[in-house]
């Protein structure tokens, strides 16, 4: 069965940090582009990153440019959101996605900023 | 980026009957490779989004044959045949042809 469970989520302060992690079970994640997409309060769905199998491309939304950074560690079957500078309206729920099919979804966790 | 809007926003249906979602995009979703990359996905409240077509016409593994997807280019149809009480949520469409991949503002399908 596959399986994503994100991490990390949690209140912070406007211009601070947070780092989400993603852990993936139940397929070979070697094999997958991942992403990350989020979803405010309330509001619909944005793609914010995504990576290739090997980690050797990665793309980003325009919103989060130069601030989010994703990364994997396929030994760990992991998947991470480094996030830095953050805005209020980096506020969601961000998702832990497989493939650019966009198959399956994790739970989610909340990033909250503080203004 | 690519705007895909859809309609109705909200869907009132009655129990047993059939519902129709439309999503239209701005630029033709037809990849390189010939493929459609449009989405489907249901939201059931206080879940995670499930994707229930991919690729505008194929039913991912255990969605009910009562969902179905059709269209081409940019104009994309999700149908509902017959509306039952575990279908209420929010519907969106998604293209990924064209990165970044975007989604519609989503349909709250509720019933009447």
């Known amino acids: 069965e596959v399986q994503l469970v994100e991490s990390g989520g949690g209140l912070v302060q406007r211009g601070g940090s947070l780092r989400l992690s993603c852990a993936a079970s139940g397929f070979t994640f070697s094999n997958f582009w991942m992403s990350w997409v989020r979803q405010a309060p309330g509001k619909g769905l944005e793609w914010v990153a995504n990576?290739?199998?090997?980690?050797?491309?990665?793309y980003y939304v325009d919103s989060v440019k130069g601030r989010f950074t994703i990364s994997r560690d396929n030994a760990k079957n992991s998947l991470y959101l480094q996030m830095n500078s953050l805005r209020a309206e980096d506020t969601a729920v961000y998702y832990c996605?497989?493939?650019?099919?966009?198959?399956?979804w994790g739970q989610g966790t909340l990033v909250t900023v503080s203004s | 980026d690519v705007v895909m809007t859809q309609s109705p926003l909200s869907l009132p249906v009655t129990l047993g009957q059939p519902a129709s979602i439309s999503c239209r995009s701005s630029q033709s979703l037809v990849y390189s490779d010939g493929n459609t990359y449009l989405n489907w996905f249901q939201q059931r409240p206080g879940q995670s989004p499930r994707r229930l077509i991919y690729?505008?016409?194929n039913r991912d593994s255990g969605v009910p044959d009562r969902f179905s997807g059709s269209g081409s280019g940019t104009d994309f149809t999700l149908k509902i045949s017959r509306v039952e009480a575990e279908d209420v949520g929010l519907y969106y469409c998604?293209?990924?042809?064209?990165?970044?991949?975007?989604f519609g503002q989503g349909t709250k399908l509720e019933i009447k």
């Open positions: 998604m293209q990924g042809t064209h990165w970044p991949g975007t």
């Open positions: 690729k505008v016409s």
């Open positions: 996605v497989r493939g650019r099919g966009t198959d399956y």
């Open positions: 990576i290739k199998p090997d980690g050797g491309e990665k």
